[in-house]
């Protein structure tokens, strides 16, 4: 059936919804990865985003049960050239489009996905409303114009866990109401692994996997957890994840972490990175289109070493302001100079603007788990 997407700027695009009648809206992007839509447009960060893939074909290898990186859906909507509605592939336990239709998410395809990405990158990345039922392009254009925008907007409370969970057998297990720190001492008397307090600002299970894979286990809080109950559990250390939206506006989680600088070895990734970077006293901005997929160049300044990263995120710290904050730049985007990383030995602190679970992506920036392990061991 006949789609129409309507772009802020007025642009129109005519398409056909593969999953049946329905509208959306978000934030316009696109992702320049050419597999891994399943792991796309289940990570938390998407919230409140409509993905364009740029590869032409998608659907192709269907969808399973393993290789989600959230609970549900987060895109608002999934645009692509061409959609294959008849998988091949062994672990295949749906099309894309029954999973998307089953959970109210609209896929369109058959329309112009290239020349979309084009004005994207041009114009910058563009509120947006897509629909089967209103066709009418001044009606789409103006309901566009009343998306709210991405920039200052705190969307961790839409996406973050309401209810401490482990993760154990690759799976979440989530904790009763009783006393936490209670649970958590039995916990660690039974099991001598590092303890970990991870801050869900919409994190991705790959995280949650790798974190296990080196041999930490991790508790999940939510993301207005405050500093006195981290304290209070005694963790070897402290995880901000991933998530969506600006990290200015996460004033909460900001002073939450001011306060526990110093206090336990710290990672974060992706928002975590901003929100430490803020924590430490620098600023950040809205990027034009943002960095999303799984072939961007990082360069590692400790080593000297170039990795291709999986990235996705729309803002960025301010490079000056991380000078003279006693911070060192350890990474930085090879495509536009933009700041990929930094650390803080003497607070035992580190962060990254990518994403070194990947998922998808290729697997260069795995070790950053081990080095987490390393500094929590020291």
Known sequence: MKALLALEDGRIFNGRSFTGHGEAWGEAVFNTSMTGYQEIVTDPSYSGQMVTMTCPLIGNYGVNHDDVESGKIHARALLVKEYQGYPSNFRSRMSLGEYLSGQGVLGVEDFDTRALVRHIRKSGALRAFVSTTDLDPASCVARARKVPSMKGRDMTGSVTTTQPFLWRDGQPFFLNDGDLKAQMDQWRADDPRPFVTLLDFGVKYNILRHLDRVGIKTLILPADTDAETVMELKPDGVFLSNGPGDPEPVTNAIETVKRLLGFAPMFGICLGHQILGL?????????????????????????GRVEITSQNHGFALDMDSLTGKEMELTHINLNDDTVEGFRNTELRVMAV??????SPGPLDATYMFDEFLDMIRL
């Open 279 to 303: 924590a430490l006293g620098g600023t950040t901005h809205k990027m034009k289109f943002g960095h999303r997929g799984g072939n961007q160049p990082v360069k590692n300044l400790i080593t």
């Open 353 to 358: 603007q990518y994403h070194p679970e990947a």
